[in-house]
């Protein structure tokens, strides 16, 4: 579950913070929609299989707050690698 709730949270600040503002996207919604029925195809499961499973942990807090936990620690361990510079390869007109 733990995989599932961090790429459903990836799709909505991707579809926030991107599709929000593109002007190329004409229902806004629906893309986002779109998205999160991807993420679920990756895992295998339906909109209805995630509906249940969140119900689930919602009624088990202490079990909610290890996935919490456990992408918390992910997301710390790794934020290095999501924010680190990438090299920049020269053009063949700046290589003389």
């Keep these: 579950m733990a ?5 459903v949270m990836i799709a909505d600040q991707y579809a926030f913070q991107f599709q929000k503002k593109d ?3 004409k229902d806004k919604l629906k893309a986002s929609q779109e998205l999160l029925d ?8 339906s909109r209805e299989e995630f509906k249940k499973s969140v119900e689930f942990y919602e009624s088990r807090p202490d ?5 919490y936990d456990s992408l ?3 997301s710390n361990k790794h934020r290095g690698e999501l924010y680190a510079p990438k ?10």
Excluded: A, G, N
């Design 63 to 67: 079990l909610t707050r290890r996935i």
């Design 23 to 25: 002007s190329t996207i």
């Design 38 to 45: 991807e993420v679920f195809s990756l895992h295998h499961i």
């Design 3 to 7: 995989s599932v709730m961090m790429d």
């Design 72 to 74: 918390t620690i992910y």
């Design 87 to 96: 090299p920049v390869k020269p053009t063949p007109l700046q290589v003389k």
